[in-house]
């Protein structure tokens, strides 16, 4: 999602130099920064400047605190298959017989 408001601008700005920076920068680096920070129409006076400092500080902390990237996700098994149960083997006997008709009364079955 691209940035829109100018506080969601100052978080990747300075969220991008930390990052940049590997967690440290010089006082030449501070003053590219705070160029940029008035590039978005923000008056830097002396409050503004301590605070955009005080950010960096909090982000270098997170930095240093984090992994560079959310750990990979296990990738899914896939499922097994069903085995087929086995049959029992009295279950299988009669699965094998045909089955027969019940004799009707009177008759008598063999068997």
Do not use: I
């Not at 010089?26 to 008056?43: F, I, Q, R, S, Y």
């Not at 409050?47 to 930095?63: D, Q, T």
């Not at 086995?86 to 008709?101: E, G, H, Y």
């Amino acid at each position: 999602m691209a940035a829109t408001h100018n506080l969601q601008k100052l978080a990747e700005l300075t969220g991008d130099f930390v990052v940049k920076h590997h967690g440290t920068w010089n006082h030449n680096h501070w003053e590219g920064l705070c160029k940029k920070v008035t590039a978005l129409g923000v008056d830097m006076d002396e409050s503004f400047e301590e605070h955009l400092g005080m950010l960096l500080e909090h982000l270098r902390v997170f930095y240093f605190c984090m992994p560079p990237s959310p750990p990979a996700k296990a990738k899914a098994k896939p499922k097994a298959k069903p085995k087929a149960k086995a049959k029992s083997k009295a279950k299988a006997k009669t699965a094998a017989k045909p089955k027969t008709a019940p004799a009707a009364p009177g008759e008598t079955t063999s068997g």
